[in-house]
């Protein structure tokens, strides 16, 4: 009823020890779930009610609304969608070989959710130079997450709908509001998942070996569930010589744990995680991106 979410509110502001005279701003998106713009306008009403300011940023990517919200509060423009693109672009194309003669060619399945269009545009900033990405289940037509999608990949081990796979070409598919990504290839007639787990061990490996490269001695780490893999962890901890924490499951529990280290990686098998840098990391990488022994040419 009203006067319980009124109860509710008020016992949440006092356990937190919240200013209500404090001048609040919210910012919010959607994804494309038919129930998202009713909610939305919801959302507006209540904070109208509560005399906060808002900013509605209307159909975005999770990940998108991530940055967004990290931007504002560390007051680093440009805080927008388009701030978003050139962060993770420019990251993207540095990452590769100066080598390069192609560009990565990969068809992914977007669950007939918000990933479409962000990717497609990012695709375009990226530049054909560098990435050849093919849509699959890009809302034109379909259900969200029917049949497709990470979740449903994860869970019954084959292709979504709508994606035949070819030998010697990489695929992956996002969830329906585009914060989950596993990938995965045919091999030799077979179905092989690249999932959460594989993930954030081919990540873990890449950082070591970029930060024995730097010569930084930073506390990487590992944050799993008593659901990952086994082997994933024995990996890890025996051959990669990198410490694992086990934590019950939930994001929740993960990302916290994840910032005991300087970089603390976290991926659900579900494809759910990212990986988290310290300040001190920050530092670090800041102070050796000025050395000219680290600079690529």
Known sequence: SAEELSDVISRIVTESSIDINHPSHVIFARDTRPSGEHLAFILEQALVAMKS?????GVLTTPQLHYIVWSKNAEDPPSDKDGYYHQISSA????LPESMTTPIAITVDCANGVGAGALQKMAEVIGEAHLNATLCNDGSCG??????????VKLHQCPPDGMTLE?????????GDADRLVYF?????????????KIATLIASFIQEQLL??????????VQSAYANGSSTEFLCNKMNIPVACMPT?????????????????FEANGHGTVLFSEKAIKEFQSVSQDDRYIRA
Request: aromatic share 12%.
């Open 143 to 152: 259900v969200l997450n029917d049949k497709c999608g990470a979740d449903h």
């Open 167 to 175: 030998p010697g070409r990489r695929y992956a598919s996002l969830d």
């Open 213 to 222: 490269l730097a010569n930084l001695k930073l506390n990487l780490g590992v």
């Open 185 to 197: 290839f045919e091999d030799n007639g077979k179905f092989r998942l690249m999932d959460g787990d």
């Open 250 to 266: 939930g994001v929740k529990h993960l990302h916290h744990k994840a910032k005991d280290f300087d970089v603390g990686i976290y």
């Open 92 to 95: 993207f194309t540095r990452l």
């Open 53 to 57: 300011s808002y900013d509605n940023f």
